[in-house]
């Protein structure tokens, strides 16, 4: 069989859980896809919520207070929701890319081993004991013991290496900061891995949960080189299926039937959902001019609308007392069952967030 753009589309809708939303926990759904982009605390949360049958925000909040979903810098350089098993394992196989990337702001910052051992010497002591603080809170602790901070940037560094290094991941929010917690206390049941075991597990979370894609893609998401992204998927492509759609050997799992969602299903998928940021070629789900619009607007990664699988346009949301009010912005006219089944999925989006929706 051959597959069209559209088939992989749905497939991945499918596999991605977002047309099939059968999971029940914020912690079953980070690790069915192995790790969720989370930079965007608030959009990544709906990212989850989309994914569930009738959850709401406060249930990812939840989630997140209790450490059933962890959030940390890995993979490529920036934060990602983890389930506390995953992230020794996941920080052990990609942080060295990570540090190879991070190399130049380390240097032009003036951060060296000499002054990571030091930060993560006050660190430790300053967390331990389920201590979790606030990163102004890390600052002062920092400074006390000598280590400059004024630049937030700097600050920031040495928090992400800190991460990277196991060190320290998530605690609970205090209101609507961020803490910080010790990584041993939050996630004590967390796995190694042996590199090769490590490529291998998420070269198959990446094709199960994703597929159809190429392992160029999987190289893109994972911030992992392609020689080892090649390796991954080479331990585990028997347990995969193998389709050539314009040249190119897309992957996908071998245990799921082919998909082909309701074409007049619409979803409001979050900024940098991995509907989106998954894939190194996104022209399965729109034509080379749905990105040109995009990054017209500034972000090619915005707030999209997806209808049979294809973005058709951007959303905004923004609040009052009680209601959200949603504000689409369509690539092309809508005729009038789509524009419902839009509006169906705005009401999805408030029934999340428990508030009304203004539909603008």
Known sequence: M??????????RLR?????????????????????????????????????????????????FAEGAILRTHLMR??????TPTDIRWLLALTAPRVHAVNA?????LELDSAIFKRSNVALAKALRNGNQLTRNELREVLREAGIATDDGLRLAYIMMHAELGGLVCSGARRGKQFTYALLDERAPQAKALERGEALAELAVRYFVSRGPATVQDFAKWSGLTLTDAKRGLAAVSAQL???????????FSTSTPLA???????????????????YKDRSAIGE?????????????????????GQIVGTWKRTFRKDAVVIETNLFTRLTTTKKRAVAVAAQRYGDFLQRSVVLA
């Open 15 to 63: 596999n991605q859980r977002i047309s099939a939303a059968t999971l029940g926990k914020p912690s079953e759904v980070v690790g069915w896809l192995g790790a969720v982009q989370a930079q965007d605390y608030a959009g990544a949360k709906w990212a989850l919520g989309l994914r569930m049958q009738g959850a709401t925000d406060d249930d990812i909040d939840q989630a």
């Open 288 to 308: 080379a001019e749905v990105d040109v619009k995009l990054r017209a607007l500034g972000n090619a990664l915005s707030y999209i609308i997806v209808i049979d």
């Open 104 to 108: 130049f702001m380390y240097r032009k």
């Open 260 to 278: 082909q969602d309701a074409p007049l299903t619409a979803y409001l998928l979050s900024v940098y959902d991995e509907y989106i940021s998954g």
């Open 2 to 11: 051959t597959l069209t753009r559209f088939d992989i589309a749905h497939q």
């Open 241 to 251: 299926r193998q389709e050539v759609v314009d040249g190119q050997a897309c992957w």
């Open 77 to 82: 350089p920036t934060w990602h929701f983890v």
